[in-house]
């Protein structure tokens, strides 16, 4: 999928691997000057030195989304650095698998820190601010568990299927605010990174897709001509066990 991205400036969360790089290599290769945040600083450096030699426009941005106060300031530097921000990338995410019964409080708060209110405050201090320009992208990151849960994914679930929610209620407030603003929700099913097999080492790879497939349904979502937007797309691998 090629979209041409030149003059455009990006912001990917959770970019410094897995599905997040992939992301990131997908809108720099397309011309987009890309900020990748993330809290792995050695593996974002290493992400950001990467894709600088190899010509592509790119700034590592350390970034933990679960603080608000952190959030508000990351997003001030990089719309004064950059002067916009047209596509926004909520694609961090966490989970702690394990069952209810054993499950701490500090456990559920990172889960649902990370992967609700996060992307609530990026979206909250990006799309006034694409409001003010006229326009620009925010693509959430969802997942299966959002239609359709399993056990030992609690508060993964509930983060998901809250952010699902949250994605549809901006896009409709994006039909009233500013026609500019598109927003999509891409929902993954299993892909071959460490967030799966970190968890599941298990897990039989061949039923896992790449992330780079992912990648490419955000670039299908950004190629989308001016006056149509994809309000949600589905990628799953073909034997999928968690969709529909």
């Not at 970019?15 to 945040?37: D, F, K, N, P, Y």
């Not at 010509?55 to 719309?79: C, K, T, Y």
């Not at 061949?206 to 589905?234: C, F, H, R, W």
Request: charged share 25%.
């Amino acid at each position: 999928m090629y979209v041409d991205l030149q003059g455009r400036n990006a912001l990917v969360t959770g970019a410094a691997r897995g599905l997040g790089a992939a992301i990131a290599r997908r809108l720099a290769e397309a011309g987009a000057m890309v900020w990748v945040a993330d809290v792995r600083e050695k593996e974002l450096k290493e992400l950001a030195r990467e894709l600088a030699e190899e010509g592509r426009s790119v700034q590592p941005l350390l970034l933990d989304i679960r603080d608000r106060g952190q959030v508000a300031a990351a997003v001030e530097d990089v719309w004064r650095a950059s002067g916009s921000l047209e596509i926004l990338v909520n694609n961090a995410a966490v989970d702690v698998s394990k069952p209810i019964e054993h499950l701490s409080a500090e456990e559920a708060d990172l889960v649902i820190s990370t992967n609700l209110l996060g992307p609530i405050h990026l979206c909250l201090e990006n799309y006034r601010r694409m409001i003010r320009q006229g326009g620009g992208h925010i693509i959430n990151i969802l997942s299966t568990a959002a239609n359709r849960t399993w056990t030992e994914a609690g508060p993964y679930a509930a983060s998901k299927t809250g952010l699902r929610a949250f994605t549809h209620t901006l896009f409709k407030e994006a039909q009233r605010d500013c026609l500019g603003i598109g927003v999509t929700g891409i929902i993954a099913g299993g892909m071959e990174t460490r967030f799966i097999l970190e968890r599941f080492p298990d897990a039989d790879t061949a039923k896992l897709q790449d992330p780079a497939i992912v990648a490419d349904t955000v670039m299908y979502a950004l190629s989308v001509p001016a006056g149509s937007v994809v309000g949600e797309l589905v990628i799953v691998p073909r034997n999928e066990p968690s969709w529909p």
